[in-house]
């Protein structure tokens, strides 16, 4: 369970779906047509070594994310994840275009944009997210002996504190345009952080700045009060929903459209079978699960 403070590494806790998220788009990367390549995201796996690397190999059988991702689920967990991927990737490729030089990855975990996008001269990319995460990230990055493609700026912070102060510290200009993501994130926050979140991104955005956020609506409480007593009863605490918080202060798009800026929400079912890898309507639980995400851009006039 969840508390204030709370803190992990890669391997633990809210660190552990940095890995996952990873994992899906290393297995997304490996089929015929992916929806996005991410050539990092295999390094990361293999890095932590036991189930995380058994999971390419076939060998990971009976692991955790084993079980997860290569079950019906799993594949639209996949798909899901590599979408996400794509729309994102789109997402900066147009903000980088509009001529945006400063790029804030928060809770980067082991996203590898920084790697992996051709950014333009100049371009500054800030990533947050707890310590011993950026410390992993930063070892495997280095030991495979890559570079990033923009200048890089990792940011040991947790997203419950000021991370503003420590964003501004770092030499971020709240007075040029700013391309924000806050991609699998917001669940992993209380409310309160999350308001504080977008208030921080709107405070720190100049005119033609950009945010892009991945959301979820909340699920009956009663329903995701049932789904975290069956993932303690088999055993697996920490996988996901005791790990999660069940709460949303405001939709981005009402939120950030009363600020006056420009939201477009896209929903993640619509988004999926945009790109080819429609959603199964025959399964209830990948539909609840698809059907409650959005994604959503945000421009500031
Ligand atoms: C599901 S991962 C997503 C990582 C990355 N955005 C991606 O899509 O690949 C969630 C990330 O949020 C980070 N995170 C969650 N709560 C945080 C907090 N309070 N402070 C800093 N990082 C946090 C975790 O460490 C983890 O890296």
């Not at 209380?190 to 709107?202: E, N, R, T, Y």
């Not at 800026?261 to 639980?285: F, I």
Request: glycine fraction near 6%.
């Amino acid at each position: 369970m969840r508390h204030d403070n709370d803190s992990w590494d890669i391997t633990t806790s809210v660190g552990s779906t940095a890995l996952f998220v990873a994992a899906s788009r290393a297995l997304e990367a490996r089929k015929p047509e992916p929806l996005a390549v991410d050539p990092y995201a295999e390094v990361f796996c293999r890095a932590v070594v036991g189930e995380w690397a058994d999971l390419f190999d076939g060998a990971g059988l009976d692991s955790k994310p084993d079980h997860i991702l290569h079950t019906a689920f799993g594949v639209q967990f996949v798909n899901f994840q590599g979408a996400r991927t794509r729309y994102f990737d789109a997402y900066f490729a147009a903000a980088a275009a509009a001529g945006v030089r400063q790029i804030v990855l928060l809770a980067a975990g082991l996203d590898s944009r920084a790697y992996r996008l051709p950014w333009p001269d100049g371009t500054v990319v800030y990533e947050l997210d707890q310590p011993q995460v950026l410390d992993f990230k930063r070892r495997v990055l280095a030991d495979h002996g890559d570079e990033p493609r923009a200048q890089r700026r990792a940011i040991a912070v947790d997203l419950r504190d000021d991370w503003q102060g420590a964003l501004t510290a770092s030499g971020f200009d709240p007075g040029l345009p700013s391309a924000w993501l806050a991609e699998g994130l917001l669940m992993y926050l209380p409310a309160v952080a999350q308001q504080a979140l977008f208030a921080g991104i709107d405070a720190l955005s100049a005119p033609n700045s950009w945010a892009a956020v991945e959301e979820s609506v909340p699920m009956p409480t009663e329903v995701f009060e049932a789904k975290r007593a069956e993932e303690r009863a088999a055993g697996d605490d920490g996988t996901f929903f005791t790990l999660v918080y069940n709460e949303r202060h405001a939709p981005a798009e009402q939120w950030f459209s009363e600020r006056g800026w420009a939201a477009e929400p896209t929903s993640l079912a619509d988004y999926l079978a945009d790109v080819g890898r429609p959603m199964p309507a025959e399964d209830p639980e990948v539909g609840a699960m698809i059907s409650a995400i959005r994604l959503i851009t945000a421009t500031k006039g």
